[in-house]
């Protein structure tokens, strides 16, 4: 039987979210000019090609993919292996890093260490959705899309066992089914 899906953000109430950090992102590098927006795969695809659309800033894109060891109950939850790196040099660079979703935190931790250190001109990070009860570690988030319950979501780039992806919305995925 397939598990069952209720929606938790529509697809109207995102692209209204989009639109909005649109606004705020472009409103703080109307001095800075050129961006290098940097997706982490495969989760941001989604958020960032309509990001992308809505923003003005000149900006190229990047992408970037991590996995991490285990899952959610592995012993090591912490620990990050970049899989896929960008392909052109950020050094000197505005970098806006665009994430599906803040979980622990370990993720977007480990990130903002690895770019910070190749010295850009600036590094903010942006996340389309945020899980305040699971936080683990602490990280900047500088564009925040929502905050959600502990609950898991799949839809607009978001996985259960790689499916999902596709749906246009938020979804949340029944936990007995999971
Ligand atoms: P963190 O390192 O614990 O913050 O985990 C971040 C990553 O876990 C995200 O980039 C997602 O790939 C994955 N993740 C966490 N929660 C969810 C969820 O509810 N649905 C789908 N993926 C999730
Ligand atoms: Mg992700």
């Not at 639109?19 to 109307?30: K, P, S, T, W, Y």
């Not at 960032?48 to 959610?72: C, K, M, N, Q, W």
């Not at 978001?158 to 936990?175: G, W």
Request: one cysteine or more; proline letters at 5%.
């Amino acid at each position: 039987m397939p598990p069952t899906l209720t929606t938790l953000i529509s697809e109207e109430l995102i692209a209204e979210r989009v639109a909005e950090l649109a606004v705020e992102i472009d409103r703080d590098h109307g001095d800075t000019g050129e961006l290098v927006l940097i997706g982490v795969l495969k989760g941001s695809f989604m958020f960032l090609a309509d990001l992308a659309r809505r923003l003005t800033t000149p900006h190229r894109v990047e992408f970037i993919a991590v996995s991490s060891y285990g899952d959610r109950e592995s012993e090591d939850p912490g620990a990050v292996r970049l899989i896929l790196d960008v392909r052109h040099d950020i050094g000197g660079r505005h970098v806006l890093m665009v994430e599906d979703i803040v979980d622990t935190g370990h993720t977007l931790s480990y990130l903002v260490r690895l770019l910070k250190a190749r010295l850009p001109a600036s590094l903010k990070t942006c996340t389309l959705l945020r899980k305040p009860d699971r936080s683990q570690v602490d990280v900047a988030i500088d564009y925040l899309g929502f905050d959600i319950p502990d609950v898991w979501v799949v839809g607009y780039g978001l996985d259960y066992n790689q499916l999902y992806r596709n749906l246009p919305y938020l979804a949340v995925i029944d936990p007995d089914q999971v």
